[in-house]
C-alpha cells in the first residue's frame, strides 16, 4: 500500500454544503449587530434584533452536522491525534488573533476603559488564558466575560470540549444511544431556559454551565441529522432559507421567551440545517454563499474587540437613532472587510503553514511540501 497516498486523502478536505455556509455568515453577521444592539438596548423588548445571540445555537449545530460530515468515515484512519491537530489548525489561529485584538483594544481604547486598575501580572495571565482557551472571569471593565478580551471565545472553549468527546466517545456510538443522549441534553436545555428565563448564558463564571447545554443539545442534533441522513430535499434555495434563518433572530423579546427560545434551538434550527443540506444553490448564488462561510469565522472571533470600543462611545457620547444607524451599517462593513483582510494575510497563510508542516511530517518530506487540502 502507498502510505503517502493514504495518508494524502485522509487528511483531504471534503466539499462544502454551501448553502449551510452561506447561512453560517448569515449567522456571523446578525451575531456582530446584535452585539452593536445590545450596547443601544439593554431592554431585550426594545432590540429589534434581541434573539440574534441565538445564531450561535445555529453555529453549535451546524458544527455537529459538518464534523459528522467531515469525519465520521475518516477518523478512525486518522487517528485521535490527527484529528486534534485538524481542528487546532482550523480553529487556533483566530483565537489568538482575536485575544490579541482583544488585548490592544483594552490598553489603547480612544473612548474609556479603566486598564490602570488592573496590575501587569492581572492583564498577562488574563491574555494567556485568552490565548489558551481557560476560562478566567476576572475583569470587570469586560463584564467578567469568561474570556475578557474576546468573549465570543466562550463558545470556542465549548466547541473543543465537543470535538473532544466527539472523537473519545461520540465518533463510534450507535444511533440509538446518539439519540437518547440528544434527548438528555434537549431536557438540560429546557430546564436551563425555565431557571433563567432564557437561554442567553453560557459566556460568564455564573452562566457557565448553561454553555454545556448549549453546546451539549445543538452538536448532538447536528450529529444526529447527519447520520440519520434526515436531509429535506427542497427548492427553498439559499434567499429563501436566510430569510427564515434570519426572522429567528427577529423574533420579539417576551414573557414567553423561556418557551420559545428553546422551540427555536430544539426544533427550528435543526430543521433549517436538515433543509439547507437538501436545497439546490443557483448558480449565481454560488460566490456569495463560499465567501460568506469562509468570512463567518474570522468575523465572528475578530469583531468584539471593536465593540468594546463602540460600547464606551456608546454610553459616553449623545448618539441619535440616525448616528446609530450610520454606525451599525459602517461598522458591520468595516469589521467584514477587517475580517477579510485577517483572513487572507494571517488566518489562511499560518493554516496553510501548520498544515504543511503537519503533512510533511507525516510523509516524511521536505517541510515545503505541498498543502493537502
Known amino acids: 500500500m502507498d502510505t503517502?497516498?493514504?495518508?494524502?486523502?485522509?487528511?483531504?478536505?471534503?466539499?462544502?454544503?454551501?448553502?449551510?455556509?452561506?447561512?453560517?455568515?448569515?449567522?456571523?453577521?446578525?451575531?456582530?449587530?446584535?452585539?452593536?444592539?445590545?450596547?443601544?438596548?439593554?431592554?431585550?423588548?426594545?432590540?429589534?434584533?434581541?434573539?440574534?445571540?441565538?445564531?450561535?445555537?445555529?453555529?453549535?449545530?451546524l458544527s455537529g452536522f459538518v464534523i459528522g460530515y467531515a469525519y465520521d468515515d475518516r477518523i478512525g484512519k486518522m487517528g485521535v491525534l490527527e484529528f486534534f491537530k485538524s481542528r487546532i489548525i482550523r480553529l487556533h489561529p483566530l483565537v489568538i488573533a482575536g485575544s490579541i485584538l482583544?488585548?490592544?483594544a483594552f490598553l489603547f481604547d480612544p473612548f474609556g476603559g479603566?486598564?490602570?486598575?488592573?496590575?501587569?501580572?492581572?492583564?498577562?495571565?488574563?491574555?494567556?488564558?485568552?490565548?489558551?482557551?481557560?476560562?478566567l472571569p476576572i475583569i470587570e471593565d469586560r463584564g467578567f466575560n469568561l474570556f475578557s478580551f474576546n468573549a465570543p471565545s466562550w463558545s470556542l472553549f465549548w466547541e473543543y470540549i465537543a470535538n473532544v468527546v466527539y472523537a473519545?466517545?461520540?465518533?463510534?456510538?450507535?444511533?440509538?444511544?446518539?439519540?437518547?443522549?440528544?434527548?438528555?441534553?434537549?431536557?438540560?436545555?429546557?430546564?436551563?431556559?425555565?431557571?433563567?428565563?432564557?437561554?442567553?448564558?453560557?459566556?460568564?463564571?455564573?452562566?457557565?454551565?448553561d454553555g454545556a447545554a448549549r453546546i451539549s443539545y445543538s452538536f448532538l442534533a447536528g450529529l444526529l441529522i447527519y447520520r440519520s441522513n434526515w436531509i429535506i430535499k427542497n427548492k427553498l434555495g439559499f434567499i429563501s432559507l436566510a430569510i427564515l434563518l434570519f426572522l429567528a433572530f427577529l423574533m420579539p423579546s417576551s414573557k414567553w421567551n423561556w418557551l420559545s427560545e428553546p422551540f427555536i434551538v430544539l426544533f427550528?434550527?435543526?430543521?433549517?440545517?436538515?433543509?439547507?443540506?437538501?436545497?439546490?444553490?443557483?448558480p449565481g448564488l454560488k460566490k456569495f454563499c463560499v465567501?460568506?462561510?469562509?468570512?463567518?469565522?474570522?468575523?465572528?472571533?475578530?469583531?468584539?474587540?471593536?465593540?468594546?470600543?463602540f460600547g464606551n462611545y456608546y454610553t459616553s457620547h449623545?448618539?441619535?437613532?440616525?448616528?446609530?444607524?450610520?454606525?451599525?451599517?459602517?461598522?458591520?462593513?468595516?469589521?467584514?472587510?477587517?475580517?477579510?483582510?485577517?483572513?487572507?494575510?494571517?488566518?489562511?497563510?499560518?493554516?496553510?503553514?501548520?498544515?504543511?508542516?503537519?503533512?510533511?511530517?507525516?510523509?516524511?518530506?521536505?517541510?515545503?511540501?505541498?498543502?493537502?487540502?
Open 168 to 209: 473519545f466517545v461520540l465518533y463510534n456510538i450507535k444511533r440509538s444511544y446518539l439519540l437518547l443522549l440528544t434527548i438528555l441534553a434537549a431536557t438540560a436545555i429546557c430546564l436551563v431556559s425555565y431557571r433563567s428565563g432564557n437561554l442567553l448564558g453560557g459566556w460568564s463564571g455564573p452562566t457557565f454551565w
Open 114 to 135: 479603566h486598564p490602570e486598575l488592573y496590575n501587569t501580572g492581572k492583564i498577562i495571565l488574563t491574555f494567556l488564558c485568552s490565548l489558551l482557551l481557560i476560562p
Open 291 to 309: 465567501f460568506s462561510g469562509k468570512i463567518s469565522y474570522p468575523l465572528y472571533m475578530t469583531h468584539y474587540a471593536v465593540l468594546w470600543m
Open 4 to 61: 503517502n497516498k493514504t495518508t494524502t486523502t485522509i487528511l483531504q478536505t471534503k466539499q462544502h454544503f454551501e448553502i449551510l455556509d452561506g447561512l453560517r455568515g448569515i449567522a456571523a453577521w446578525a451575531v456582530v449587530i446584535f452585539h452593536f444592539m445590545e450596547w443601544a438596548y439593554t431592554d431585550p423588548g426594545q432590540n429589534f434584533i434581541g434573539h440574534g445571540f441565538l445564531a450561535v445555537d445555529f453555529f453549535f449545530c
Open 318 to 373: 449623545k448618539v441619535s437613532s440616525m448616528q446609530l444607524t450610520l454606525i451599525i451599517v459602517a461598522g458591520l462593513i468595516l469589521l467584514t472587510g477587517a475580517a477579510y483582510l485577517i483572513m487572507v494575510v494571517y488566518d489562511i497563510p499560518v493554516r496553510k503553514y501548520l498544515s504543511n508542516k503537519r503533512t510533511a511530517k507525516r510523509k516524511g518530506a521536505p517541510s515545503g511540501a505541498p498543502l493537502s487540502t
Open 102 to 104: 482583544g488585548l490592544l
Open 268 to 282: 427550528y434550527f435543526p430543521l433549517l440545517i436538515a433543509l439547507g443540506a437538501g436545497a439546490i444553490l443557483a
